[in-house]
């Protein structure tokens, strides 16, 4: 069982840069693969990032891809996404999720195990 919590969401101006935290439970995180994913009113949630159990291995949406960082700490146990350059278009509630099998596309939510509450971003214009 893993249990995540995230922090670190806020409203900024566009521009500028959050980091969201993910806290999490369990023994075995080192485990997981970790994912960032977000989701707009009335949208479906999509996939922002994601990294596998070392680190080494990062995962980034077309979208994101060169503003955003995620990096994770296995001592611990927590995962980051560093947002840089923000848009209004990234106004969200951003979700941490955990993984350990990859049969599904990492991209796809269903895959995820467990889930955090969310945390809200909004960005202004």
């Known amino acids: 069982q893993v249990q995540l919590v995230e922090s670190g969401g806020g409203l900024v101006q566009a521009g500028g840069s959050l980091r969201l935290s993910c806290a999490a439970s369990?023994?075995?995180?080192?485990?997981?693969?970790m994912g960032w994913f977000r989701q707009a009113p009335g949208k479906e949630r999509e996939f922002a990032a994601a990294?596998?159990?070392?680190?080494?291995?990062?995962y980034y949406a077309d979208s994101v891809k060169g503003r955003f960082t995620i990096s994770r700490d296995n001592a611990k146990n927590m995962v980051y996404l560093q947002m840089n350059s923000l848009k209004p278009e990234d106004t969200a509630v951003y979700y941490c999720?955990?993984?350990?099998?990859?049969?599904?596309?990492?991209?796809?939510?269903?895959?995820?195990?467990?889930w955090g509450q969310g945390t809200q971003v909004t960005v202004s214009s």
């Open positions: 990294i596998r159990w070392s680190g080494s291995t990062l």
């Open positions: 999720a955990a993984r350990k099998n990859l049969v599904v596309p990492i991209t796809i939510p269903g895959g995820y195990d467990y």
């Open positions: 369990g023994r075995t995180f080192s485990s997981y693969v």
